[in-house]
């Protein structure tokens, strides 16, 4: 079964090889004391020590008659009735001391596997371009990781003990019947009402498919319901705005009575799968006894045989689990596998060579990107010599961010080459690539750590001076300083603690921190207010000088004194130039600026 379905997961064991293997001795210690201490206490010690003579002095085991009859086993002499006494609670603690150890280094097991999944899987995601999460909701993603990684737990860890347990289990209590049925006379029959197992496994694998299939719809319910929550939770103030609670608690109501009544079916054939082998082993029981009586069996060894087979339709039952786990596990393992196969369509070619520091020199040769079959970029040629200050300008949907994202590698292009400093960006290592590049975008990140760390993460090993130095430059240093703790103030989540205009300037000091030749500016004041746009503006023109620099724009203020223009309409540039000659030539950008200095009149 793992070679085939689960050997993507193997490889998890590997770190609680150990633990699992005490795990499953201990298991077979607690299979053996469990389903043969009991019937051998009921049908052989108990009515030996209860017997008269005779009985005492019979072996309690003996070979079949098949196999000769040689006795294995009496009671000691003198001592019979100790022997009686201490017989249960032996049994019962060698079958706890094995329950315990097997249950407990297999959870301990089953939490490193978990640990490792979630671990593999995020780093997964942090390979994975761009376009995977714009296919795949956020909620949608925590319930992968968080969620769905129990599935592997459950596959590898739980249904593996169970599949060495259970069968043992039920090898040891049909191994007592079928020894106390081949030393007796008609014994022969009372085995054929062993054939009622085949029954309860046909029954187990039935209900299975049904389970299987309501687990997958239960899956995709949750992930829907996730997802719903994170997307109210993360627009509480534009809720409130809009007056949508109550849209918003209908739309989660619903989501939830889908989710309700997909996990009540899936618990109707969860809980009837029990009653139904229960009542299938009380045929087969009901029948044994049957033939028991008339082929001439005593009460005990009946007695006996009823309790082994009791132990013998247990591990059916659990089987039958293990095979609705299976099929429970099976749609968390198929989404998680697709983050685990998900092709990284960037990724760094085998020979990929080390990039030093660049100049700067940009440069596109018939350049076409599409998402899907929708083309965002067609036939870009262009160069941009280092150094340069370039504006991006156009509608919404024309391909500015699109172009700016091509640099740095977060899509590659299906057709045409782009290459810095005359090296095809293909060939080169990403994480080279990246560290010439500092990016400044519209709605700055912020971790929910110290201001410190924030400006930090544009060069790990700078100083805290140079970080002062990198945020004083930044225009952040006297907001930082008026903070209660200065720079160890921790931003909150995503920064909110602090203001739109501080967060950009924490943003900004970072990029003056990492002091990469290439600057890509997305839209970096668009939220900010005028006043603050204005303060900020200049400490972008410092961060500026001696870059190249791409300016993704719509508010043109931030563009009156860049080196180049390019106007951008339907995914073509169509026009070039300075920002003088562009407005002369081109009909569109002498419209888009108008709009916005001399206003819609």
Same mark, same amino acid.
């Given at each position: ?271 009837? @799968? &029990?009653?139904? #082998?229960?009542?299938?082993? *009380?045929? =087969?029981?009901?029948?044994?006894? +049957?033939?028991? %009586? !008339? ?7 009946? @007695? &006996?045989?009823? #309790?082994?087979?009791?132990? *013998?339709? =247990?591990?059916?039952?659990?089987? +039958?689990?293990? %095979? !609705? ?7 968390? @393992? ?7 196969? *998900? ?259």
């Amino acid at each position: 079964m793992f070679r085939g379905r689960y050997k993507l997961y193997l490889p998890y064991l590997k770190g609680s090889r150990t633990l699992l293997a005490f795990s499953l001795l201990a298991a077979v210690v607690f299979a053996a004391a469990n389903a043969f201490g009991l019937p051998f206490l009921m049908g052989k010690v108990l009515p030996a020590v209860f017997g008269d003579e005779a009985a005492r002095s019979a072996p309690l085991l003996s070979w079949p008659d098949a196999l000769g009859g040689a006795p294995l086993l009496f009671l000691p002499k003198g001592y019979e009735l100790l022997f009686a006494v201490a017989f249960l609670p032996a049994v019962m603690l060698v079958r706890g001391l094995g329950e315990f150890f097997s249950t407990y280094l297999l959870n301990l097991a089953g939490l490193r596997v978990i640990e490792a999944v979630r671990r593999d899987v995020f780093a997964k995601l942090q390979q994975l371009h761009l376009g995977f999460f714009g296919r795949l909701s956020i909620g949608d993603l925590l319930s992968r990781l968080i969620a769905d990684a129990n599935s592997v737990r459950l596959v590898l860890v739980d249904v593996s003990n169970d599949l060495i347990v259970q069968p043992l289990t039920l090898a040891f209590a049909l191994g007592y019947v079928v020894w106390v049925c081949l030393s007796h006379d008609g014994g022969y029959w009372f085995l054929a009402c062993l054939l009622v197992v085949p029954a309860a496994v046909l029954l187990v694998r039935s209900v299975a498919v049904r389970i299987q299939r309501r687990t997958r719809q239960g899956m995709e319910s949750a992930s829907d319901l996730n997802s719903i929550a994170v997307e109210n939770l993360q627009s509480a103030r534009e809720v409130r705005a809009y007056g949508l609670q109550e849209r918003e608690a209908q739309r989660f109501n619903q989501a939830s009575q889908e989710g309700l009544r997909i996990q009540g079916k899936l618990v109707r054939y969860e809980k009837a @799968l &029990s009653p139904l #082998v229960e009542l299938t082993a *009380a045929a =087969g029981i009901a029948a044994a006894i +049957g033939f028991g %009586a !008339s082929n001439g069996f005593t009460l005990p060894e009946l @007695l &006996s045989l009823i #309790v082994a087979f009791y132990f *013998a339709y =247990g591990p059916i039952k659990r089987l +039958g689990n293990v %095979a !609705s786990r299976l099929s429970m596990a099976a749609p968390g @393992l198929t989404r998680l596998e697709e983050i685990i196969l *998900a092709p990284a369509e960037v990724a760094d070619l085998d020979d990929a060579r080390p990039l030093a520091r660049v100049r700067g020199d940009l440069e596109m040769r018939d350049v076409t990107f599409r998402y899907g079959a929708d083309p965002v970029l067609v036939d870009v040629t262009l160069k941009i010599p280092a150094g340069q200050s370039v504006a991006l300008v156009g509608p919404s949907g024309a391909g500015k961010s699109t172009f700016v994202n091509l640099v740095p590698r977060f899509f590659d292009p299906q057709q045409g080459v782009i290459s810095i400093d005359g090296q095809d960006l293909r060939a080169v290592r990403q994480s080279d690539l990246r560290a010439n590049i500092a990016l400044v975008s519209q709605e700055p990140v912020l971790f929910n750590e110290s201001i410190l760390e924030n400006i930090r993460l544009g060069r790990p090993d700078a100083t805290d001076a140079e970080v002062r130095e990198a945020a004083r430059q930044a225009g952040a240093l006297e907001f930082i300083e008026a903070q209660p703790e200065g720079f160890l103030t921790k931003v909150g989540e995503r920064g909110g603690r602090l203001s739109g205009g501080q967060r950009q300037r924490v943003s900004i000091a970072r990029a003056f921190l990492k002091d990469a030749p290439v600057l890509i500016l997305d839209e970096a004041t668009s939220a900010l207010d005028t006043d603050t746009e204005r303060s900020i503006q200049q400490s972008l023109a410092l961060l500026m000088k001696g870059r190249t620099t791409l300016i993704v724009a719509h508010r043109f203020s931030t563009i009156r004194d860049v080196d180049r223009v390019l106007v951008f309409d339907s995914g073509r540039i169509v026009a070039d130039g300075t920002r003088e000659a562009v407005y002369a030539s081109s009909d569109l950008f002498r419209r888009l600026w108008d709009n916005q200095s001399k206003g819609p009149a």
